[in-house]
């Protein structure tokens, strides 16, 4: 009879320990859920930390990060494919009419060749003054910059004659992109002639 209480005794120690064991594992179950709850509603990376806290998980998060860095490079480099092939078109704007100009500098009169063009007949002078029309519509629809640009490189007797031509719309926007001293020297040229007419 002794040995049947002592058995009856062990018995529910014996069934406490596990039952303690899983209340033990639920009750730090619930503490660790509550603390990543709390740390993340705080703003705290708690995934990167055991990440680079447990070497076995550091490995999946280092193909991961290799996966999103390749990603990104994909995207960079269409990107810069994107902007490079921009570069390519402006240049290809920039050297038509860079070509343009060329052919405008040809076909102008120079002071020697303007006493002959006066002598020449009309339809001559209707000609080059539809090429110089031409050549006006062209600096105005390009952007001020770019022709600023070729508008600096330019004698100045030609430059005068293209910038009095052009709308005031876009001669304010390319005297804009000048250099200050080219853009005030021609301003004052502009002021000059237009007072002699």
Same mark, same amino acid.
């Given at each position: 009879?002794?040995? *049947?209480?002592? $058995?009856? /005794?062990?018995?529910? +120690?014996?069934? =406490?320990?596990?039952? &303690?064991? #899983?209340?033990? !594992?639920?009750?730090?179950?619930?503490?660790?859920?509550?603390?990543?709850?709390?740390?993340?509603?705080?703003?705290?990376?708690?995934?990167?930390?055991?990440?680079?806290?447990?070497?076995?998980?550091?490995?999946?998060?280092?193909?991961?990060?290799?996966?999103?860095?390749?990603?990104?490079?994909?995207? *960079?480099?269409? $990107?810069? /494919?994107?902007?490079? +092939?921009?570069? =390519?078109?402006?240049? &290809?704007? #920039?050297?038509? !009419?860079?070509?343009?100009?060329?052919?405008?500098?040809?076909?102008?009169?120079?002071?020697?060749?303007?006493?002959?063009?006066?002598?020449?007949?009309?339809?001559?002078?209707?000609?080059?003054?539809?090429?110089?029309?031409?050549?006006?519509?062209?600096?105005?629809?390009?952007?001020?910059?770019?022709?600023?640009?070729?508008?600096? /490189?330019?004698?100045?007797?030609?430059?005068?004659?293209?910038?009095?031509?052009?709308?005031?719309?876009?001669?304010?926007?390319?005297?804009?992109?000048?250099?200050?001293?080219?853009?005030?020297?021609?301003?004052?040229?502009?002021?000059?002639?237009?007072?002699?007419?």
């Amino acid at each position: 009879m002794k040995k *049947q209480k002592a $058995e009856t /005794e062990k018995e529910p +120690k014996r069934k =406490k320990g596990p039952l &303690l064991f #899983i209340v033990f !594992l639920l009750f730090l179950l619930i503490i660790g859920g509550a603390g990543y709850l709390l740390l993340s509603a705080s703003g705290v990376d708690v995934k990167g930390k055991v990440f680079s806290a447990l070497p076995f998980l550091n490995e999946e998060s280092d193909q991961e990060a290799s996966s999103q860095s390749t990603n990104s490079s994909n995207t *960079q480099s269409q $990107e810069m /494919e994107a902007l490079q +092939k921009k570069i =390519k078109e402006k240049d &290809l704007e #920039i050297e038509n !009419l860079q070509v343009k100009l060329e052919r405008a500098k040809a076909e102008m009169p120079t002071e020697e060749n303007s006493k002959e063009t006066e002598a020449s007949t009309g339809e001559e002078g209707d000609s080059q003054t539809a090429e110089m029309k031409n050549l006006v519509r062209s600096y105005e629809s390009m952007s001020p910059k770019n022709a600023a640009l070729i508008i600096s /490189e330019l004698k100045e007797d030609q430059a005068l004659d293209l910038l009095g031509q052009l709308k005031t719309e876009a001669l304010a926007n390319i005297l804009a992109k000048m250099e200050p001293d080219m853009a005030a020297k021609y301003t004052e040229l502009l002021a000059e002639e237009a007072n002699v007419q």
